[in-house]
């Protein structure tokens, strides 16, 4: 693949071979399933991937080691040895345990193994050192707690062996016990036990996937000749290639390939390879033609804030165009995060619906949580899932799986200021890597998805005492209430809750609402008069009119608090007309072609009745 290279060993391999001299058994832990670029000395040093038992066995040959054998539940037994062959000591120590390689086991089996390889005698015969890899440690003992009497027997073992261990040569004969962390093993045997190496295996770093990108670029589909051509594909590939395995990297070569994606589009087939989707709705030409028309159609959707709308336009042009992020350099973020602040009932919700439709076709197509859901500490185990062992583990969180199934989403969280203060930690990592890790261990990709949150702050303000007064009424202009909207905003983030890191990723896309005015509040309690007429005649077929004097009687009374915005103007018109409606239509049910002419209202103790001809 390369030229050989000077010790490019990495950081936990070179940690392993020093402590082989020191350590009787090694603990595994991380980034054990990936694979890993490393000088094969088979090959004279030249660098190739290896997976994580072939890397370790050319650690061990450096070492004079006789052979390494594996076991992994379901495979069994497996060699490597020089040239292939089964040495004596180790055909001895099979048949010490009476294993046969590529058998399943017993765990009382896989006990007896362990301790024929463990074996004092070898030193004293003169015979070089063995190794025993456990590939899936993890599997052969659940927690402690519910351990069976052969597990809790097998680990007792290990840990007696750890410390009657006795050199072999310049090291031991050595186990290793690979596992995802290392609390998969019992405490009592991981803790305190100073024979026991434990060594993390990180994920790969940017200059791992440098060098597996350099490797990797001549395999895509149309790779530039140029060399230097070449090492800009790389260096894309590479960066957009962040919180990846290497083994990811090559998988995603092969999608390339296979999708005939060209060598220049390296980040659509990481991001069909991340969420599962070849066809990029953010670049499809049905988009673009919706958002020539946007402002204007959202403007009717959502009544009296054309500022906030054209702010909001602004930002999706930059996830259109794939300049979100440009200016930070970032690949993994979202393709848009929005902060909606602004006065209750002023449409904060309804233009994230509406951007739902006009991004994918759909306004279903967001997720919506309301955050005041969400105050304790344990309702995180609802967005991202239980962790093991907690019931309901296997069912996934509600967030992690609406984005594993549809990738393409506007996730809405609304009022995010009632969050439990822990969950801001998920919504750092979600602006930031663009992903989320579930409770099952899953890694699940929010780069697709557009990020609205919402809140009310800034509208209502504790006073010096404490009690809740007006920072902005609708007397304020527009400007005036975005100012005080956004230095409140700032405070809270940064002095109250004490996360001035998330403020700073949400800051230039915070979209302030304006109040509701007169005008615009006439409009809206229009149309859902006009939603009432065509329903009566949806279901009875008979028209609904009202005379001048009770038309404007029912907007008064719908538009005479304005301090709960739209919400409050419908709520208005449900008690004033719809009821009482209601019930008339209940007593005297119309016939179709008849009309329905609503003269006045009146009001009976706390009720209202229609007076209808």
Not at 151 to 160: F, N, V, Y
């Amino acid at each position: 693949m390369t030229a050989p290279e000077a010790d490019c060993r990495p950081p936990w391999l070179r940690e392993v071979d020093l402590a082989l001299c020191a350590h009787p058994q090694i603990v595994l832990a991380g980034n054990v399933h990936d694979l890993y670029r490393l000088p094969d000395p088979a090959a004279g040093g030249a660098v190739r991937f290896m997976n994580l038992a072939e890397g370790l066995w050319s650690v061990l040959r450096s070492h004079e080691y006789g052979a390494m054998l594996t076991y992994t539940s379901g495979v069994g037994v497996r060699l490597f040895a020089p040239a292939g062959k089964q040495p004596p000591e180790v055909a001895a120590a099979l048949r010490t345990a009476g294993a046969e390689p590529g058998r399943q086991l017993p765990l009382s089996m896989v006990r007896d193994v362990l301790t024929a390889v463990v074996d004092p005698e070898r030193e004293r015969a003169g015979l070089p050192p063995i190794a025993l890899v456990m590939a899936d440690a993890a599997r052969l003992c659940v927690t402690e707690l519910l351990a069976s009497p052969e597990e809790r027997l097998l680990m007792a073992t290990a840990d007696r062996l750890s410390y009657t261990a006795t050199p072999v040569g310049a090291g031991y004969n050595t186990v290793f016990w690979v596992v995802d962390g290392k609390h998969d093993l019992p405490a009592w045997f991981v803790t305190g036990n100073h024979t026991l190496r434990v060594t993390a295996i990180p994920e790969p770093d940017l200059e791992s996937r440098e060098k597996t990108a350099a490797d990797l670029v001549d395999l895509l589909p149309g790779a530039p000749p140029d060399p230097e051509e070449r090492a800009k594909l790389a260096k894309r590939f590479a960066d957009a290639s962040h919180g990846m395995r290497l083994r990811s990297m090559r998988d995603v070569v092969r999608l390339a390939t296979a999708s005939g994606l060209k060598g220049d589009r390296i980040e659509d087939a990481i991001r069909a390879y991340r969420v599962g989707v070849p066809d990029n709705p953010w670049q499809s030409a049905a988009l673009r033609a919706r958002l020539l028309d946007a402002e204007e159609n959202l403007g009717a959707r959502v009544l009296g804030q054309s500022d906030a709308v054209h702010r909001v336009l602004d930002i999706l042009a930059r996830s259109v165009t794939g300049l979100a992020g440009a200016h930070t350099g970032s690949r993994n973020a979202p393709r848009g995060v929005l902060l909606f602040a602004g006065p209750t009932g002023v449409g904060k919700t309804e233009l994230a619906k509406a951007l739902a439709e006009l991004l994918f076709g759909d306004d279903n197509a967001y997720l919506r949580f309301d955050m005041s859901e969400f105050a304790a500490e344990h309702t995180e185990a609802r967005l991202i899932g239980a962790p093991p062992g907690f019931v309901g583990h296997d069912a996934g969180g509600e967030l992690t799986n609406g984005i594993r199934q549809q990738p393409f989403r506007v996730v809405l969280f609304d009022e995010i200021e009632k969050a439990h203060p822990r969950l801001l930690d998920k919504f750092l990592q979600i602006l930031d890597d663009g992903r989320l890790t579930d409770g099952q261990g899953g890694t699940v990709y929010f780069t697709e998805a557009l990020i609205v949150f919402t809140t009310n702050l800034g509208i209502i303000v504790p006073d010096d005492e404490g009690k809740p007064t007006e920072n902005v009424t609708a007397d304020f202009e527009l400007p005036e209430i975005e100012e005080r909207v956004r230095e409140y905003i700032e405070v809270f983030f940064r002095y109250q809750l004490g996360r001035p890191e998330l403020f700073n990723r949400v800051r230039q896309s915070i979209v302030v609402f304006d109040f509701l005015r007169e005008e615009v509040a006439a409009e809206i309690a229009a149309r859902a008069i006009t939603r009432v007429v065509n329903t009566v005649f949806r279901l009875y077929g008979a028209k609904l009119e009202f005379s001048g004097e009770a038309r404007e009687e029912l907007r008064e009374h719908a538009t005479f608090d304005l301090s709960n915005g739209g919400r409050g103007i419908v709520s208005a018109i449900e008690s004033y007309l719809v009821n009482p409606l209601a019930r008339a239509l209940f007593s005297t049910p119309p016939e179709p072609g008849d009309t329905i002419t609503v003269e006045r209202f009146e009001q009976e103790g706390q009720n209202w009745t229609v007076v209808v001809k």
